[in-house]
């Protein structure tokens, strides 16, 4: 996962005030808390919106509430979030006692509170006037026992109905894989980097680039950080020389695997025949010439959409976001640093037998649990590792299979859903994520089981990321996780389920799921050298927190 979020701000980030959102930061400024409620149900919006998600109903009025209430999660950072916070200070997620609908994130006050603070910790509300326009919800701890902790677990869980016959994904398949060179700083960029894995993608579908006519990428330019997007598919287009009848980009719909989603459906509805799909990321060149000076960060503006009410508490990275899911599953189900170090040794030892992997060296369980921490539970091991690099691949018409140079990939469901409230910390399971979601419609798209699949590449930008994965996609008990990798032997190379076997993101390097992507394809065409496993059928998927999406794959007979 990125974790960049701008330049250093004084202060707490401003939020981008909407008018949904004025009578709750006007109220912050007088020192209330207060919340748009439904007449209808008594549903207490949060954030605050125009319309009541449990009834829909319209009528709404201002509800003024009790401050008070227990943490459902939290985090330690130990990364300043501004010059001018000192750390190590505590995020946390408080569930209202008045209503326990809302989570509010917030960052503790003071900082040396943190200290023993613990899911199910009473707190209150207070507000810290910024300056004499703005002023910011805070924690305080209270005395009194820990107490008030639903276990909602049951919530987390969504379901489908099956579809049968007929689907597009059986009339597309994955044709070619092309990858650029990757590594650290490359200092090269975005447009040459993809224009390489491009042509390479071209030439493996045996193609050339005059049979492309389509193109598609995530998350389309401009979107994110500087170094994050990749160029635009017009840019890509030009550079080389193609005649498109259908292209998109956009950072919406299921995590960084919509493109490909996207492409299956133009190829299967007849928009284009060979779709060009790419990613893109120059986050390590763009992180080094922001650290020399060679170029400015972004200018760090109000925080509008989600990010109103993440980035206002300190909570400005995707470990702030995401350490309170691992955290309320430690909590819950008892997992451990040493079970989430299974995966972190798993993609080392998988690396090691990777050409072209970042991360190679030899990691132990002690070096895992030394590393520094970044976000309580996270440690710095427990992050993916950011590169440079593009990944591409070649959707074609599936009845073109049979003119391939090598073998195909087949398609045989994605996974789309969301089915819950699609929120960082409004989730109603922090156990869970929108991956429960994509994997339910991805389940009820095939006959297909879990005890079917082979190789499993899962989204790894965090350790714990993969865990929840592993649960969502039904390969253990939800909670289970933990000691289904435990001691690592059952997702090794040789083991019932082997994880990332090309290293992840945590040691491969963070492709944002593309590099998972590239070596589902490479485990199925046997191409996977040094760690070939005899795959049929091979799982990936993408994203974390209220993003996902999955593919199940296939080799063609």
Known sequence: MSTHAGSAAQGPIRPQVTADSRSFWAGCQEGVLRLPACRDCGYVLYPPGPVCPQCRSRSLGPKYLEPEGRVYSLSVSHQPARPDLAVPYTIVIVELDAAPEVRMTMRVRPADQHAGLAIGDPVRIGFEQVDEEFAVPVADPLAGEAGGDRHRSELGRVTFAKVSGGKPEHRAVIAGVGQSEVGRRLMRSELDLTVDAALAAIADAGLAPGDIDGIAAYPGAGIGPPGYAGPHTDQVAAALGLELAWHRAGAEGAGQLQPIIDAVLAVAGGLCTHALVYRTSIESTVGALMRAGAMA???????????????????????????????????????????????????????????????????????????????????????????????????????????????????????????????????????????????????????LAPADVDVAQLYDGFSFLALFWLEALGFCEHGDGGPFVEGGGRIALGGELPLNTGGGQLSGGRLHGWGLLREACLQLRRQATGRQIEAEVAMVSTGGGPVAGCLLLTRAG
């Open 297 to 447: 960060p972004p200018p760090v503006g109000p925080a509008g959409g989600f990010a109103e009410w993440l980035l206002p508490f300190d909570a400005v990275t995707p470990a702030h976001w995401l350490a309170p899911y691992a955290a309320r599953h430690q909590h819950q189900f008892g997992t451990t640093r040493a079970q989430l170090g299974a995966v972190a040794l798993t993609a080392r030892a998988n690396a090691a037998r990777t050409p072209g992997a970042v991360m190679t060296e030899p990691l132990t369980i002690e070096d895992y649990l030394g590393s520094r921490p970044i976000a309580t539970p996270l440690h710095l091991l427990d992050c993916d590792v950011p590169v440079d690099g593009s990944t591409a691949v070649v959707v074609s018409r599936a009845d073109r299979a049979v003119d391939l140079p090598g073998p195909a990939v087949r398609i045989e469901a994605m996974g789309t859903g969301v089915g819950l409230r699609p929120s960082w910390h409004q989730w109603p399971d922090l156990t869970t994520m929108a991956a429960s979601g994509a994997a339910a419609t991805m389940w009820a798209r095939t006959d």
